[in-house]
């Protein structure tokens, strides 16, 4: 098991930045951070939670939501069990809880049902 913690959040204007990051830790002995594909969900009063963005085990792979393509950037850095989310040019729109996920199927999914650990999650405010 692995446990998961998200930090970050907070309240900013619109088009300004902010930086998640996620740290893991094991619980029991195992699997190690690397072996996990991450990604990061959010979820907006009233919606459904969605997919922002995924990254692959070694970092090379990618995947961002189309609507925050070219905003957004997911990396990781499997020596320090973490891994993060920059986000530039905030907009209202990305006001949401963010959660972190591990997956442990080597694919990059894009759907929360394949992620087997997720984080508390951490609330970020864009005012306009």
């Known amino acids: 098991q692995v446990q998961l913690v998200e930090s970050g959040g907070g309240l900013v204007q619109a088009g300004g930045s902010l930086r998640l990051s996620c740290a893991a830790s094991r619980r029991t002995s195992g699997r190690t951070f690397s072996s996990y594909v991450m990604g990061w969900f959010r979820q907006a009063p009233g919606k459904e939670r969605d997919v922002v963005a995924v990254?692959?085990?070694?970092?090379?792979?990618?995947y961002y939501a189309d609507s925050v393509k070219g905003r957004f950037t997911i990396s990781r850095d499997n020596a320090k069990d973490t891994v993060y989310l920059q986000m530039n040019s905030l907009k209202p729109e990305d006001t949401a809880v963010y959660y972190c996920?591990?997956?442990?199927?080597?694919?990059?999914?894009?759907?929360?049902?394949?992620?087997?650990?997720w984080g508390q999650g951490t609330q970020v405010t864009v005012s306009s």
């Open positions: 990254i692959s085990r070694t970092g090379m792979n990618t």
């Open positions: 996920a591990a997956s442990t199927s080597s694919a990059i999914s894009t759907t929360g049902q394949y992620y087997d650990y």
